[in-house]
């Protein structure tokens, strides 16, 4: 990793970091019509990273980025770092007088599209500082996808791209499809966040409520205008299925929506992930209400409306919560603690452990037994039609590996800092897979992450990280092989 590769990608970084400078000016001018003092603090932050990035830039013009892999792993991970600490400056600004640990972990749990909190009393908050979380939502949700659709496979990480599976149905100027392929991508995600914030307003939510939940719905974010996340609305099942409904199509692969809705491809929809990450939701689903109707004499729409809308939640690694589930019984708190490591669907907002990867791990298992049997025996792995290639098959096995033993890791990490083992297990866990609420009575789908010592969240901030740039990406900079010349 040469100099001049470095600085081309401060430039990146730089030039990224001035629009999120023009970002704050949205939340500065709600503030603004609201009334509220703090759109001083919008305006400020937006003037001083909008003058830092630009100077910044013009220091580091001049070389143009090499276009290889150990550039990519970088400048992923740096743009990701600017973002967080670009994000976490309002928050730092603003009147709730947040310590850098409370504002930089809320800002990585906006982008990362976690939704975990330290905040209280976001009911009386600020309307400009509300807005603010759920764009780092929206924002960090179009990133992931861009993440798990352009950059993780080109950097062989991970992303069952479909865009590079249909890579032989590119024309001869690729860079007009790329470009088309983007505005196709920014245009259905947007059009899905407006439909949503109408179907949410529609159904009797607050407009301004309906406008930040469907950015952290389609995001799978997590975030809410609310202490309580969606437990005021717990008598309405038209808003509860609405989330159901949009978080479902936040956990789908958006290539596979943009060769759907642009070019009629339905044969895209025959994608195995999907049909892995439906079959596991409606399972628990179902089987967590009968258990609500037979254990608690729930009626059992309502047990069922409840039970999609919390594991949806879960699985789609959004966070929501209409009740406290933890106090369904033991049943149903295992099945969500299962749940957390599940995901969506690879080029998704979701995080977790994607449906493809459980597809091909699997199938990786069968073929092992298999030749326990008949030892010499060929057997391909495949992922539909498709055969999968070795290198893909290690980096599977490999993301495995690394979750376990980062997950382990982790949890000594926040039980040294004297944290409880329900609290420190599921904490690293639910920061890993970005999901957002862990278990127990502190950071439960009731509580907070406010309590937690400040050690502790610069842990499960960088365990955050982590889990969205699917773990090998950050630890590959950290070898000594990634910086020798």
Known sequence: MNRIAVRAAIHVAAVFALYLSAAMLIPAAVDLY???????????????????????????????????????????????????????????????????????????????TTGSTVISGLDNAPPGLILWRSLLNFMGGLGVIALGLFLLPFLNVGGVSYFKIESSDIEDRPFERFQTFAISLIAIYTGLVVTCAISYAAAGMEGFNAVNHAMATLATGGFSPHDTSFVRYAEMPAILWIGV?????????????????????????????????AGYCIVFTVAVAIYLRVQLDTP???????????????????????????????????????????????????GAIKAYRFLILFELMA??????????????????????????????????????????????????????????????????????PGLGPIIGPVGNFSSLPDSAKWILSFAMLLGRLEILAVLVIFTPTFWAR
């Open 34 to 112: 609201f009334g509220n003092q703090d759109w001083r603090v919008f305006a400020f932050s937006a003037l001083f990273m909008g003058g830092l990035a630009i100077a910044v830039a013009l220091a580091t013009q001049g070389h143009a980025p090499p276009v290889t892999t150990r550039f990519g792993f970088f400048l992923v991970n740096l743009l990701w770092l600017t973002m967080a600490i670009a994000g976490a400056v309002p928050f730092l600004a603003s009147s709730l007088e947040m310590s850098m640990a409370d504002a930089f972990f809320e800002s990585v749990s906006g982008i990362t």
């Open 245 to 277: 409904f949009f978080m479902f199509l936040g956990a789908l692969p958006f290539s596979i929506m943009i060769l759907f809705a642009v070019r009629g491809r339905f044969d895209a929809l025959r994608d195995p992930q999907i049909r892995v990450f």
């Open 300 to 350: 059992f729409f309502e047990a069922l409306t409840h039970s999609a809308f919390n594991f949806m939640s879960i699985i789609t690694t959004t966070g929501f919560a209409s009740d406290d589930y933890t106090q369904w019984g033991p049943f149903a708190v295992v099945c969500i603690f299962v749940a957390t490591f599940l995901g969506g669907c690879s080029g998704s907002t979701t």
């Open 367 to 436: 073929n092992g037994l298999r030749r326990l049997i008949y030892p010499h025996t060929v057997l391909p792995v495949r992922y539909g039609d498709r055969t999968i290639d070795h290198d893909m098959q290690r980096t599977i096995v490999l993301f495995i590996a690394a979750f376990f033993v980062i997950w382990a890791i982790a949890t000594i990490m926040l039980g040294a800092t004297g944290l409880d083992l329900v609290t420190a297990m599921t904490g690293a866990l639910t920061a890993l897979t970005n999901v957002g």
